[in-house]
């Protein structure tokens, strides 16, 4: 039975609902059957413990493990691994650990940023983004064709990573009224989405889909309408 | 890992392969450094990081390992004894995962806003911007150096190479606005620690000439300075 205490330290997740950056943290403490205490936090009235907790970018997820705080999703999840390394997310081997996190990076620069702007915006930029998103999932393809899961048999880090592809994604195609993955282009994606997903720990993980996409709905919108938005387009989308 | 083929694809210019040049001579690594011609990237460039075809990549038993940050990680697996990279200890290792994302999303963004600014009031904005990341990180320096010499400790380790290769370009930003951004009375910390950086026997061999590094970023701005205007210049009927 894994530790639910590493030298009698509680363990806190401070979250928002529908964050798929929040839910990284959540598969991997269930992957690894750690127990803690959920914190839901309101981003648009956030807490003063929030601010504390993450003074230099105020955001969820944050991980209370006793009286260390550990932020952003991607530095949390591999703590998590160090410090319970039974069930191991990321690979033994350094270069698989290094591929890994490559295509991780490569996921959260090139396409995570490029989808969101496809979400938010219409017309011409929006069929740029999906261009620009369904080049970058096209690489993607290449790593997980033969593969169950990026893990291989088991969910790994690059899963966790990539795991808002699954079910976030499609959510936001509905939203923005665009496709970007085509079961047909991407045959091997799509099979992973399916593969991860159906994974009990994921499948009994994820936000209610109806108030995701309302949720969403009401956010692009109020993004689309912000005037940071053009800035976000100028430095990441391709002209 | 002993004997093993070893080479770096990278430019003299570039601070992400000045990260890699760092950490091999940490640990002590023979490697075959291969000047890219950006210009003209080399098939074994374009052959080993088709995705992004950047440098700095690192070539080990053939396998390339690409993105700075990874690199220096696979490193410190390859080559497991000391001295070592990262911290051994989980959170350690995260506050210096933490730490390196601030610096390379978000202040040599800042860094890198300081030449695209135009106009006195935007480049005084984005110099500003820059100096309060600084402040930002010497608080940084003090919890994580806990009166050492190094954001590592005794000795240079992941974060201190991850900000140090950007001291050059730092240098530069500074001759070529003709301002104060590491500032010893604002950060005495960093000044400090910048100094000591420069001189490790890790670094200081393979860290660009700061004025050679002036010389070279004057040239490359000029040249975009009058591609510009001549983009912007009227037709010559």
Known sequence: MPPRWVSGRDIK???????????RVIWA??????????????????????????PIHKKVPVLIHGDRVICESYVIVQYIDETWPHCPLLPQHPYERAMARFWAYFAETKLLIIIAIALCARGEVQERAVKQAMEAVEKIEGVVKGEKLFGGESIGYLDICLGWISYWLPGWEEVGGMQIIDPIKFPATS?????????????????????????FQKRSKDISESDWFEGIIRLHLQP | MAGSEVKVLGTWASPFALRVHIALGIKSVKYEW?????????????????????????????????ESLAILQ???????????????????????????????????????????????????AALDQVREGLVVVEEAFGKCSKGKDFFSGDRIGYLDIVLGCFLGWLYVAEKRNDVKLLDEEKMPGLAAWAIKFCLDGAVKNVMPDKDELLDYANMVFQAMAMAK?????PPNY
């Open chain 2, 229 to 233: 205007a001549k983009l912007n210049a």
């Open chain 1, 191 to 215: 099979s992973w989405m399916n593969t991860f997903l159906h994974h009990p720990v994921i499948g009994d993980n994820l936000p209610a889909r109806d108030a995701m996409i309302e949720y």
């Open chain 2, 74 to 124: 696979y490193i410190d697996e390859a080559w497991p004894s000391a001295p070592s990279i990262l911290p051994s200890d989980p959170y350690h290792r995260a506050v210096a995962r933490f730490w390196a994302a601030y610096i390379d999303h978000k202040w040599f963004t800042w860094l890198k806003g300081v030449a695209s600014a135009e106009g006195a009031e935007a480049k005084k």
């Open chain 1, 29 to 54: 403490l269930k992957l690894k059957g750690i127990d803690y205490e959920y914190i839901e936090e309101d981003i648009f009235n956030k807490s003063p413990l929030l601010l504390q907790l993450n």
């Open chain 1, 13 to 23: 997740l401070l979250g928002f609902w529908v964050s798929p950056f929040v839910y």
């Open chain 2, 34 to 66: 291969v000047e890219e011609n950006l210009e003209a990237k080399s098939q074994l460039l374009l052959e080993s990081n088709p995705i992004n075809k950047q440098v700095p990549v690192l070539i080990h038993h053939h396998k390339p390992i690409c």
